[in-house]
T-cell receptor, first 111, second 116 residues
Framework: GEDVEQSLFLSVREGDSSVINCTYT??????LYWYKQEPGAGLQLLTY?????DMKQDQRLTVLLNKKDKHLSLRIADTQTGDSAIYFC???????????FGKGTRLSVIA | GAVVSQHPSRVICKSGTSVKIECRSL??????MFWYRQFPKQSLMLMAT?????????EQGVEKDKFLINHASLTLSTLTVTSAHPEDSSFYIC????????????FGEGSWLTVV
């Protein structure tokens, strides 16, 4: 079955790098996503990676995908207080299916 | 970039009344939209998949007569909560799939529903 797991909390100091990890169970995942949710707001798409890629970099964000271990990570360089939010990892199994979400990782950035 | 807009962002209604939430894809056509519900400090719970021009597919445990979904055009899906009860109070979020952009899924800003 489909299952996406994330650690629930992460705390880092401002200026440090944050690494949020995610594991998934379905090896047929085609797309993997990272979304950011600030308090009381909807989900903002941060980045996504196709399953045939190992890495994707976009400014301060780096996504690493290890298909063998079914492990996805999001690295935020030079973490700022504005990065404090809940980060959801999600997988899409086939093109027309809804996303399967993890429970979200609450990132707290300490000034 | 692509934007999905939800309206209203906040709504308060009385028990027993119905309320409609709209979800629009502003610069792309979305043949498929999804409706989620989110309880405080929890992840999103998929309620239904809305396909343009056909009936929505509801997840197990979601009452289709209570949560009416209509996807009449390629840019608009609506969720109507009928005969609302206080336990329906929640954060409702829609998402839309942009098939022209690698099936990327974009989310609306969410709608806070409070039933009093």
């Amino acid at each position: 079955g489909e299952d996406v797991e994330q650690s629930l909390f992460l705390s880092v100091r401002e200026g440090d790098s944050s690494v949020i990890n995610c594991t998934y169970t379905d090896s047929s995942s085609t797309y993997l996503y990272w979304y950011k949710q600030e308090p009381g707001a909807g989900l903002q798409l941060l980045t996504y990676i196709f399953s045939n890629m190992d890495m994707k970099q976009d400014q301060r964000l780096t996504v690493l995908l290890n298909k063998k271990d079914k492990h996805l990570s999001l690295r935020i360089a030079d973490t700022q207080t504005g990065d404090s939010a809940i980060y959801f990892c999600a997988e899409s199994i086939r093109g027309n299916t809804p996303l399967v979400f993890g429970k979200g990782t609450r990132l707290s950035v300490i000034a | 970039g692509a934007v999905v807009s939800q309206h209203p962002s906040r709504v308060i209604c009385k028990s027993g009344t119905s309320v409609k939430i709209e979800c629009r894809s502003l610069d792309f056509q979305a043949t498929t939209m999804f409706w989620y519900r989110q309880f405080p400090k929890q992840s999103l719970m998929l309620m239904a998949t809305s396909n343009e021009g056909s009936k929505a597919t509801y997840e197990q445990g979601v009452e289709k007569d209570k949560f009416l979904i209509n996807h009449a055009s390629l840019t608009l899906s609506t969720l109507t909560v009928t005969s609302a009860h206080p336990e329906d109070s929640s954060f409702y979020i829609c998402s839309a799939r942009d098939a022209s952009l690698g099936n990327t899924i974009y989310f609306g800003e969410g709608s806070w529903l409070t039933v009093v």
